[in-house]
Nanobody
Framework: QVQLVESGGGLVQPGGSLRLSCEGS????????MGWYRQAPGKQRELVAS?????DLNVADSVKGRFTISRDKNTVYLQMNSLKSEDTAVYYC??????????WGRGTQVTVSS
């Protein structure tokens, strides 16, 4: 059974940092593009950053220079620095591979507030 499990969310003050982790099991995730998406209340889910199996990165303009995505075997990380209130959202991990079903994690809440 394929699973993606996110961790690392929480409450942080503006300007602070968090590191999210997403561990995949049940498949060879090194063959997948792994990404982080987020959804704020009342808004659509949006791409934050993704990293392909070959290491190609796709990073949203809103987080460039503040967030860094990386991967190691079946785990993908999102280092978030200089957090802002507008970064508050549920963050989801996604794994996709051409010709295979797309997988999503259940999400982890990130709240940036003083």
């Amino acid at each position: 059974q394929v699973q993606l499990v996110e961790s690392g969310g929480g409450l942080v003050q503006p300007g602070g940092s968090l590191r999210l982790s997403c561990e995949g099991s049940g498949s060879i995730f090194s063959l997948y593009t792994m990404g982080w998406y987020r959804q704020a209340p009342g808004k659509q889910r949006e791409l934050v950053a993704s990293v392909s199996r070959s290491g190609d990165l796709n990073v949203a303009d809103s987080v460039k220079g503040r967030f860094t995505i990386s991967r190691d075997k079946n785990t993908v990380y999102l280092q978030m620095n200089s957090l802002k209130s507008e970064d508050t959202a549920v963050y989801y991990c996604k794994a996709e591979r051409r010709g295979r079903p797309t997988h999503w994690g259940r999400g982890t809440q990130v709240t940036v507030s003083s």
